[in-house]
Antibody, heavy 121, light 107 residues
């Protein structure tokens, strides 16, 4: 069974750093792209970027380029999303999603349960 | 950037109704379009990909159509569990983009 399990909720202060994770199981982790999606409170979905764990090829949406870093450790089947200096506006639910067969041009067929990040002083 | 216009933003309907949600692209995307359902407090779930292919396990009352710039999600006979928010998403080019969402609520 394909599963993506994300790390737990985080409460941070502005300026702090953070790295959240998404662990894949039940499939070949290095053969499928993983994406990250932001959902701010009461708002819609925003695609942040994607990574291919096989070779760490990464693509960012312009709105998120330079604001976050997406990475992966294929040895432990885990993708990451990290911030070096959080802002209150980073408060949101963050989802990881596996892109289905079809390579980079595929929809998100399996999703993690989400990680709620709250940034408040 | 490909801009997406999803409509309506809110749809009030009754159980048993046939409902249609539209998604229009600012430029052609062939059939690289997906539809997702999201219920409150839950992760999105893939309903349809490649504009009209039903994801495994999704009820056949859901269907998708269109190509190029105009796409439609249809629920043929609305069930109680279908009251949720629906999003379209293009995966033709970067950056990937979602529609604004359509909330389907009980009339």
């Amino acid at each position: 069974e394909v599963q993506l399990v994300q790390s737990g909720a985080e409460v941070k202060k502005p300026g702090e750093s953070l790295k959240i994770s998404c662990k894949g199981s039940g499939y070949s982790f290095t053969s499928y792209w993983i994406g990250w999606v932001r959902q701010m409170p009461g708002k819609g979905l925003e695609w942040m970027g994607i990574i291919y764990p096989g070779d760490s090829d990464t693509r960012y949406s312009p709105s998120f380029q330079g604001q976050v870093t997406i990475s992966a450790d294929k040895s432990i089947s885990t993708a990451y999303l990290q911030w070096s200096s959080l802002k209150a506006s980073d408060t949101a639910m963050y989802y990881c999603a596996r892109l289905g067969s079809g390579g980079i041009a595929a929809a998100g067929d399996y999703w993690g349960q989400g990680t709620l990040v709250t940034v408040s002083s | 950037v490909i801009w997406m216009t999803q409509s309506p933003s809110l749809l009030s309907a009754s159980t048993g109704d046939r409902v249609t949600i539209s998604c229009r692209m600012s430029q052609g995307i062939s059939s690289y379009l997906a539809w997702y359902q999201q219920k409150p407090g839950k992760a999105p779930e893939l309903l349809i990909y490649a504009a009209s292919t039903l994801q495994s396990g999704v009820p056949s009352r859901f269907s998708g159509s269109g190509s190029g710039t105009d796409f439609t999600l249809t629920i043929s006979c609305l069930q109680s569990e279908d009251f949720a928010t629906y999003y379209c998403q293009q995966y033709y080019s970067f950056p990937r983009t979602f529609g604004q969402g359509t909330k389907v609520e009980i009339k």
